[in-house]
Nanobody, 137 residues
Framework: QVRLVESGGGTVQSGGSLRLSCVAS???????????IGWARQAPGKEREGVVV???????HYADSAKGRFTISRDNAKQTVYLQMDSLNPDDTAMYYC????????????????????????????WGNGTLVTISS
């Protein structure tokens, strides 16, 4: 599996911004630039939810919760993905995880990372340990 390390979390006031980073190293079975890289988050007492996934060419796919506020980008030369988060609010408080994988398809509800409802999901099998984001009101 690919080793992923997240950073950039912290505590900011509502309306503020944070920039998360996800650096990948080792364990690749394909060139980094073909991997889907995604961000998911999990708030206390809630299920994990997909936030955004970026394709190898930089094409993003945002969940509704992230559209208009979050921007994902990737630097394939640095094997790094960035998540710029603006207009943060207390509902964004969660542990944010970076994940990587090679497959996109139709999966059962309990498998894969989704950024929109339905059967289509990204099968991301490498996960980082997460970075905590706390938004104060």
């Amino acid at each position: 599996q690919v080793r992923l390390v997240e950073s950039g979390g912290g505590t900011v006031q509502s309306g503020g911004s944070l920039r998360l980073s996800c650096v990948a190293s080792g364990g690749f079975v394909a060139p980094y630039n073909v991997y889907y890289i995604g961000w998911a988050r999990q708030a206390p007492g809630k299920e994990r939810e997909g936030v955004v996934v970026v394709e190898g060419d930089g094409t993003p796919h945002y969940a509704d919760s992230a559209k208009g506020r979050f921007t994902i980008s990737r630097d394939n030369a640095k094997q790094t993905v960035y998540l710029q988060m603006d207009s943060l609010n207390p509902d964004d408080t969660a542990m944010y995880y970076c994940a990587a994988g090679l497959q996109f398809g139709q999966y059962p509800a309990n498998r894969g990372l989704r950024v929109e409802p339905g059967p289509w999901a990204y099968d991301l099998n490498s996960w980082g340990n997460g970075t905590l984001v706390t938004i104060s009101s």
